[in-house]
């Protein structure tokens, strides 16, 4: 093995941008691996071979061929690398479970694969095999580092692998999400009986693959330390709190980072206008920019409150469309981009029908147009009642854009609340409200539009505040580094 000094790592994930995107996992997936290759580790990332991520990756080579132990027919490992990071990818090329129509998840009709269990397996499977010592490839990695439930058979499988092998990290992206199946899966994917019971990846007489890398892993991490206190509770444990406090000794919150080249107002090829904390005048010509693409009145003085989100409960979307009701009467326009739950986008479209030029609802995703969001608007809301991480929070300052958020997660650990203290220290950068309510969010959002509107100077402080942050990979990827080196390879 290498030396704890520098550990080869192999990072295993169901999604990476810019190969393939469902999610932030798929944000972090390309660009925290990425970051840990400039500062010279030797890791590659692991993805299943979708029809999207084969058609992206036409410069491959073979790197290592494997039997299938779910079905016939054999596995090709082949590598390639990410455009402009340069990080090496291998591909789980095996056409049968990957190369299809539809998304990572679900068919195109919106349903979950029904092989899914299999599918994720594999993809654990031969990242337990490449930490393992059957792998027989030139390159074999010091620790797998997996991510959510998708690789969380990863560390079972290295748990009962004879011989020598891999240390394990699993990342909670969003403790929700935890890939239960039916309890026959466990033979069926070549789990030891022995694994099917509390203490292990039994979970109320189900298999979850979540609580299988959490009870096998060697370390736990999520995307915020906010986050990791949250869910050793039942609020936000989603049944895995007991676990999680369990483990507490060996879970830690790292909060993750944005791509900086990509998300900066200075050089964003998408704006009408570059602008920096130094020219936060120009800003202002984004807005007008914006309200004109999106159907918006032209007014410079109206408050422009922006929402880029998934339209679900999680995301607090049933409080926006009460706060959108009662504030658009008082002049303010909003602008929403997302997609999610169909009776709130009926109701989302019904209410923008009613306010013509106030109201702009914008179903789907359009990557320019999020840009041109987070530049033009004045106000930017993030009301959820649970946030793991979050990362349009801190797009928005970097645009000058102050958020206003529910004190949870990563959204209490990178916002610095607008108390009369942080203000008079110049540390402020945003609106938090601790209670999850209507009132007080509605709150909240009134007096960010009070500043805005009455207190200028305020404003740009706070503004100027949010630019000032250092957001970027490094310093998360610094923090990974050290945990890769605890583990004592």
């Known amino acids: 093995m290498t030396s704890a000094r520098h550990p080869k790592v192999l990072f295993a994930t169901s999604e990476a941008h810019p190969l393939i995107k469902t999610g932030g996992l798929a944000d ?37 061929t494997l ?16 455009p402009e990071s340069g990080l090496p990818v291998l591909i789980v090329a095996y056409d049968a479970f990957y190369n299809r129509d539809g998304g990572p998840y679900q068919t195109g009709g919106g349903n979950d694969w029904p092989d899914n269990p299999q599918r994720f397996a594999l993809l654990s499977y031969v990242a337990a095999w490449l930490g393992s010592r059957d792998n027989s490839s030139a390159w074999q990695p010091d620790i797998v580092h997996c991510n959510d439930w998708q690789t969380g058979l990863a560390p079972a499988y290295l748990r009962f692998w004879a011989g020598r092998k891999a240390s394990s990290i699993l990342t909670i992206h969003n403790l929700a999400y935890q890939g239960v199946f039916a309890a026959d899966m466990v033979h069926a994917l070549h789990l030891p009986p022995e694994s099917f019971k509390l203490q292990g990846l039994e979970y109320y007489g189900h298999l979850s ?47 993750n980072g944005i791509d900086t080249q990509e998300w900066n107002p200075e050089t964003d090829p998408h704006l009408a206008k570059a602008y920096s904390a130094q020219q936060l005048n120009d800003k202002a010509l984004n807005k007008s920019a914006l309200q004109h693409d999106i159907g918006l009145h032209l007014d410079a003085h109206a408050p422009l409150v922006a929402i880029v989100s998934r339209i679900t409960y999680q995301k607090g979307s049933d409080t ?35 306010h013509p030029g106030r109201i702009s609802i914008n179903i789907g995703y359009d990557e320019r147009l999020s840009h041109r969001i ?31 958020a529910h004190a949870t997660g990563g959204l209490a650990d990178t916002i610095v609340d607008a108390t009369a203290e942080n203000i008079a220290s110049g540390r402020a950068s945003g609106i938090l409200f601790y209670d ?54």
């Open 374 to 404: 987070e530049a033009g608007a004045d106000i930017f809301l993030m009301p959820s009642r649970f946030e793991p991480c979050g990362l349009n929070q801190m797009y928005s300052q970097r645009y000058g854009t102050p958020p206003v």
């Open 28 to 64: 972090v997936s390309g660009a925290l691996p990425s970051a840990l290759h400039a500062l010279g580790i030797d890791i590659k990332l692991l993805i299943p071979g979708y029809r999207a991520v084969l058609a992206k990756c036409r410069d491959m080579t073979p790197f290592a």
């Open 436 to 489: 999850m309510h209507f009132h007080t969010a509605i709150a909240a959002l009134r007096h960010a539009i009070h500043l805005y509107r009455h207190e200028p100077k305020v404003w740009r402080q706070l503004q100027i505040a949010g630019m000032a942050k250092d957001f970027s990979w490094q310093k998360s990827a610094q923090e990974y580094l050290q945990l890769y080196r605890s583990l004592n390879l």
């Open 67 to 82: 039997a299938n132990p779910f079905a016939p027919g054999e596995i090709h490992l082949m590598e390639s690398r990410l």
């Open 320 to 354: 926006i469309l009460g706060m959108m009701h009662d504030l658009v009467r008082e002049g303010v326009q909003f602008v929403l981009l997302g997609s999610g739950d169909k009776e709130l986008e009926r109701a989302f479209r019904k209410l923008a029908l009613n």
């Open 209 to 255: 693959f979540l609580k299988a890398g959490l009870f096998y892993c060697d370390r736990i991490t999520t995307v915020s330390p906010t986050y990791a206190r949250e869910i050793q509770h039942e609020t936000l444990g989603f049944g895995m709190q007991g676990l999680l406090h369990e483990r507490r000794g060996v879970l830690s919150g790292i909060i």
